[in-house]
């Protein structure tokens, strides 16, 4: 979903920009130095308002994470809240996640979340899709050798799609849901998104794979 431009984002971004990097050309290799401690770092690509990642970095303060998003629209929500909060192990990137392997160096990441990632159901938009092989092969490079993928959809054929993508890749696959909110075992740590607590109220099953290279 596209969200208006907000007329007070970019005068907020600019003032901020020791919580959030716009187009960075010379990151690659150095995010951690934009964190108060060197520790674990994840990534979430597409993390909309990010309700996700800010409740991840909260329970994990033990580990680095970046919220990464390509609207402004949708960043400068999440950019407002951090502001309040000043979550010292949270980074948002304002960019698009096609470029992944110039902002990131290889092995950068300890892991990497998808949520509700758009679906582009048409053929010829496939290669938007985040799980295309074009995608998957930016993520193998940015993730450490035992890095993970964690991703979750009530989107029957993009998670289809998704695991015969990752599949043909070679990715190998650690856990498997069809209905994550029925997996007592599963679920017991889930952290829900905006997305999917929208989606699952309204009845639609939610999908979640665990996955390395
Ligand atoms: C359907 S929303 C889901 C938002 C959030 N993850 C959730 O579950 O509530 C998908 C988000 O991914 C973002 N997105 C899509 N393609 C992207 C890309 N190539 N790079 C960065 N963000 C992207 C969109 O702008 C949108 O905010």
Redesign the pocket.
Known sequence: ?RLRNKPWAKEMINDNLDLISVQPTDMQGKWQSKFEKEQPLFLE?????G??ITDLAKQNPQNNYIA????EG?ISLLLKKQVEMKLPNLQLLLD???KLSELFAENEIDGLYL????PWPKTRHEK?R?TYKAFLEQYKYVLKDDGHIKFKTDNQGLFEYSLISMNNYGMKFDEISLDLHNNEGLNLNNIQ????EKFSKKGFRINYLKAHF
């Open positions: 979903m690509l597409g993390s909309g308002k309700r996700f990464m998003e390509v609207q949708a698009n996640g096609s949520n509700f990632s758009d938007r985040l998104t905006e997305y999917e």
